[in-house]
């Protein structure tokens, strides 16, 4: 069994996070560092992005003991791109305080040559129009995710049609599901998001679970229910990166792996909660991936043939 | 194996439905109409209830095919409890717009005497007054199953803790588990309901299914992602009917038949949303229930030992 490497292109952050445990500065964040650090459980992963001269020395430590390839990491003049948020008492919803670019302002995602060819593609929430510079630098990829949010669909849905029509797995939540397709219903809406170009739609339905729809076959991954919550940030992303690291680990993309990659992802998802930041999620070994794999078999099994 | 009976009592009405396909007057409706209709595919079901002399023969037919034994079904003078209600486009959200008791203002549920010794008890979503009424009428029941609903909870709490105490499955939905708690979290909310009293809590979710918290344990059942729902009226009796129905047709109450009861309960839920009123809901078979235990086993089947 080839185990191929995944190429990871997203935010990479530095947070200011305000949860009812307290309130955590610095902490390191974006789409492709929890992406990455979920990823690096399953496979080798290159990650593509930017940080400024603020970007501290133990989280380049973090990704690398991860296994996370940071070539393409372009350090920049200025700060790293900072984003503050407060989520409410009961973590269920959340609000931005602040977004600064910094030096994300400018970022134009520079594949490294040898990175070129690699298989397994993760688009992490960036502009559309930056995801679309990935796809143009990456030579026949196997296997293209792609990660959204509701931001571009208002601002720049034109290019994430472009991006769409590109990708095999889209990745996105339930409320953006229902804005990029104008359907309410979630079945209804998968299907119209198919029909824009992906074959297989994960739908993200937070401490729900996640809905796979690959092809006219669906599958419901359930979120284990967890009595300690700390932080959501970052839960998504790791969701998409466990996910697609599993499939780059065994080289495979057929329904079984699929389903089996939604549930690696959701295992992931479930670390990436317990804690803020990225740490604890990076500290994930096999024996608790396989562990919680078996808390979900467990969660959801009701007949033994 | 032993098929026992099913005593359901609850509320049976005559309701007016607002639903995107259109305004839909005279619809039977109650709890335990519709927890009756869904017990009745599994089990012998003893309903007791209240109607007035508007209620129509076509129900009472469409109850006794089946095989609901209506000797508890009081036929008083005046007219049927009525409910009147709204439901958005999307049918996420509901408003009541009309509650008129009528002839179930002044019902206290009696139980005909050769009922009273029927080993599993629905309390249907009814004053818990009226519950405890049920529970000093019923000798030693082996599960006492009991749904409730907020109006309760804010109006009746004492009276619930009452019946909580008294009761083996509660089943309810997540914001009915929250306020009853107080606790946002479901899985401390579950723990603290399980305080009160019941061994098992059912938490509904709507279209992102339930959970069973049965001891320390729990299971994740998924709903059916439809693409066509017209109707959510009496879904969540629907399914506490399936459910009680299902374990009654086993005479058995282990994990693995609790596991399996959850999901009957959410195959005659799935049903019951697919048309206006029970008369869907009562054609189910045998097959269709099959066919859709099916689709429920592959829908979150990821591991093939």
């Known amino acids: 069994m080839a185990i191929e490497p995944v190429l990871v292109v997203g935010s990479v952050g530095l947070d200011k996070i305000h949860v009812p445990d307290g309130t955590f500065d610095s902490v390191v964040g974006g789409s492709a560092t929890f992406a990455s650090v979920a990823a690096g459980q399953f496979a080798p992963v290159r990650l593509v992005g930017i940080v400024g001269q603020d970007f501290p020395d133990s989280a380049v430590h973090t990704l690398l003991q991860r296994g996370v390839d940071l070539t393409g990491l372009e350090v920049a003049a200025g700060k790293t791109f900072h984003?503050?948020?407060?989520?409410?008492?009961?973590?269920?919803?959340?609000?931005?305080?602040?977004?600064?670019?910094?030096t994300f302002a400018d970022f134009h995602p520079r594949i490294p040559d040898r990175f070129t060819?690699?298989?397994?593609?993760?688009?992490?929430?960036?502009?559309?129009?930056?995801?679309?510079?990935?796809?143009?630098?990456?030579?026949s990829p196997k296997l293209v995710v792609a990660d959204t949010m509701n931001f571009w669909i208002d601002i720049a849905l034109a290019d994430l049609k472009r991006v769409l029509a590109r990708t095999d797995?889209?990745?996105l939540n339930e409320e953006e599901a229902r804005m990029l397709s104008g359907q309410h219903n979630v079945v209804k809406a998968a299907k119209d998001l198919q029909a824009m170009g992906p074959q297989r739609v994960v739908v993200k339905q937070g401490e729900y679970g996640a809905l796979l729809f690959d092809g006219d076959d669906v599958f419901s991954a359930p979120a284990l229910p967890l009595g300690d919550v700390k932080d959501p940030?970052?839960?998504?992303?790791?969701?998409?990166?466990?996910l697609i690291g599993f499939l780059a680990s065994r080289d495979r993309i057929d329904p079984e792996?699929?389903?089996?990659?939604?549930?690696?992802?959701?295992?992931?998802?479930?670390?990436?909660?317990?804690?803020?930041g990225p740490e604890h999620l990076a500290q994930v070994n096999e024996a608790m991936v396989s562990e919680r794999y078996g808390a979900f078999r467990s969660l959801v099994d009701f007949h033994r043939d």
Not at 262 to 273: I, K, N, R
């Open 257 to 276: 792996a699929l389903r089996q990659a939604v549930v690696f992802g959701s295992v992931m998802a479930s670390y990436c909660v317990e804690a803020v």
């Open 169 to 171: 797995i889209l990745v």
């Open 117 to 139: 060819e690699t298989p397994y593609v993760m688009l992490g929430n960036i502009a559309p129009e930056l995801q679309l510079e990935v796809l143009d630098q990456v030579r």
């Open 233 to 242: 940030t970052g839960a998504g992303d790791s969701f998409a990166g466990g």
């Open 83 to 102: 984003w503050e948020g407060r989520y409410s008492d009961d973590l269920s919803s959340r609000e931005s305080l602040v977004t600064d670019l910094n």
